[in-house]
């Protein structure tokens, strides 16, 4: 079947050429961008849209932490998956209680570690392209 809409089309070239740690941050969007959708429908008392907003970032947070390489990654991989495990849960607590403070709380760790993502992709990138003489094996 042709997929006519382009912007379709744009989003899943980008997700199948990008790089891990843009994957990462892509995710990270996602979530951030489904906690905000769930609060504003919160606010309005569209408990519905509120639930199907938060069921996706749920998902994408459960997406987190089958990607960690605990072999690899030790323990701050093991301390990332309690992380991402706490976040599951309370976003669980906020869709089932209506809190939308519990959903702020979870938005403002996301945001955190997004930040936090960015930062290390950036220090790594910058070690790669030292070792590489300055070309950018990751673009």
């Known amino acids: 079947m042709l997929n006519n809409n382009p912007y379709q089309t744009y989003q899943k070239t980008g997700v199948a ?3 891990q740690g843009r994957l990462i941050l892509m995710l990270f969007d996602g979530a951030i961008k489904f906690c905000r959708t769930a609060l504003q429908a919160m606010e309005v ?4 849209a509120s639930n199907e907003s938060i069921v996706k970032a749920q998902a994408i947070i459960q997406e ?13 991989a093991q301390n990332l998956y309690l992380l991402y495990d706490y976040l599951y849960w309370r976003l669980i607590n906020a869709n089932v209680k209506k809190n939308p403070e519990i959903l702020q709380e979870v938005l403002e760790k996301v945001t955190d570690l ?4 960015e930062e290390v992709i950036k220090i790594s990138r910058g ?3 030292s070792s590489n ?7």
């Open 127 to 129: 070690a790669v392209n």
């Open 133 to 139: 003489n300055g070309v950018d094996t990751e673009a």
């Open 114 to 117: 997004r930040q936090t993502w």
């Open 17 to 19: 050429t990008a790089s």
């Open 45 to 48: 008392k569209d408990y519905q």
């Open 64 to 76: 987190l932490m089958i990607t960690l390489d605990i072999d690899k990654g030790g323990e701050i």
